[in-house]
């Protein structure tokens, strides 16, 4: 897929989410911006020049038919000191969205084109305002969904990963400036640098590499949630426990097994991390062909699951069904949840944990919410355990893209290490070395292909 704008246009798009509300804003960036906004502005005292970084309250009217569209609060924004540093206008009109399309209309008639989707942001990068990295983290902070992943986001916009990648890259280059200054100037009689110092400052080098790889894993918790699947045999509770955790009524429950013979997917906020909750039939034996292919989707599932809610009812002995189930879950993260406590008990905890090896055993009933407190801390605890060693604030922010580079960025770094060992020539070290430096300039942009600009800005909405 090719960009299919031009940076030197003006563009303007509706800048906020469709529907009614109180305000929505239409977004106008480029060299016409202003000639535009003076055509279709009227205010309502004073001159109808535009003061940069001034709010002018007036009129949007249509210069065809000489009608009024809107009231409205209209603020320029004259370059280099707004979002894309092209000169930027945004009219504030009333949210609906009649009148929203009807002022984009008089704009692009005016002579302004539809932005594509994240073209403003897109422009903030070409314009060298924010790097690669910080436009990716304009679109985490509008998707973010918890305050963790809020403040994530907002690490990076900041420029926590760019500055981790540029000491990277200098420590890369305080190795590969000897080098090349040997192979470069023969005639000084300069020295190669020992091979020992080299392979130890790689060994460094590496090492940065492997713990901002590893913050991918714990950032990815905040970033996008933690998918707990809730697990169990037909009618010991799954849909009431869910309904529980949500704080409201969304799945059916009845007394009859097998109700739910598809995957339910909601999600929650769970001290600060966003919980992805996947209620799914239960994993016995199934009757028919609905059954059977509610369980298959359940199994398959159940292999994305970070961490397992599952369920025995403790009303009644365990069974073959509930041992099957165990084994399935075997070696997975799991929390085993002992489910209708109001009714007289039939299972004793210590039963369960011979069974599964697993200790700490959350006492509910989905029926009356006992316990359902309790649980939640337990598995908030099961999500921290060995994943979430730090707060949003202190981790680097690091997404699939970035990790994809740093990867590849070790995968060069350690055969230049496993070339030195065999005392390859210098000059073939130093081809490596400049490859993993082109390879790190990817993650703000420095040396990303059009293809890979392209598939990021798509995501974004029309008027980011």
Partial sequence: MVFRGDEHDTIAAIATPYGEGGIGIVRISGPEATRIAERIFRPRRGSTTLATHHIRYGEIVDPERGRVIDEVLLTFMAAPKTYTRQDVVEINCHGGFGVLQRVLEVVLREGAREALPGEFTRRAFLSGRIDLAQAEAVLDIIQAKTDEGLRLAGEQLRGRLTKEIEGLRGSLLKILTPIEAYIDFPEEDIDPPPTEAVAKALHRALATVERLIGAYEEGEIYRDGVKVAIVGKANVGKSSLLNQLLERGRAIVTAIPGTTTDVIEEAVNLSGILIRLMDMAGLGEPRNEVEREGVRLARERLSEAHLILLVVDRSRPLDDED???????????????????????????????????????????????????????????????????????????????????????????????????????????????RRSLGILGEIAGETTSEEVLEMIFSRFCIGK
Avoid: Q
């Avoid at 893209?401 to 230049?416: A, D, I, N, Q, S």
């Fill in 323 to 433: 041992r099957s189930i165990f084994r399935e879950v075997r070696g997975k993260r799991a929390v085993p949840v002992l489910n209708k406590i109001d009714l007289p008990p039939g299972l004793a905890a210590e039963e369960v944990m011979k069974e599964t090896g697993m200790e700490d055993i959350y006492p509910i009933s989905a029926l009356r919410g006992d316990g359902i407190e309790e649980l939640k801390r337990g598995m908030a605890g099961a999500i921290v355990k060995g994943k979430l060693k730090r707060g949003a604030g202190e981790l680097v922010p690091v997404n699939l893209r970035h990790r994809r580079v740093l990867e590849r960025t070790r995968v060069v770094l350690e055969g230049v290490l496993e070339g030195c060992g065999r005392k390859i020539p210098w000059d073939l070290t130093a081809i490596e070395m």
